[in-house]
């Protein structure tokens, strides 16, 4: 008898697929270290700047950053840190990342 283990993924690994699964659904996305090994998955916005999210609280949340570098805004979502399903996040994410200026394809 086979058994079939799903693997927990790596914060690096969920950060990659959240960042390929936007960039499918027409986002400028990616997935980056924004410095001490913290992998972020960050946006474009349409007039400068980006969107950089993050689980470093226990739901995913982001720093709204303008064309100058300078935090504009944050935003806080419902989606917990520890959510493996790619596709849940990616619902938690879409909608703030279009209110918050997100360069959509």
Known sequence: MTTRVELEKSEEEIM???AAALSE???Q???DDTGGGII?????RR????IVWGTADVTWGASVINAEGDVESSIE???L???QDIAVVIEA???????AGAVKN
């Open 16 to 18: 990659e697929l959240v």
């Open 25 to 27: 659904e027409g986002f």
């Open 29 to 31: 996305a990616g997935a």
């Open 40 to 44: 972020c998955v960050i946006l474009q």
């Open 47 to 50: 007039n400068g700047g980006e």
């Open 77 to 79: 979502t419902q989606c």
């Open 81 to 83: 840190s520890g959510t």
């Open 93 to 99: 994410l879409k909608r703030p990342s279009i209110n």
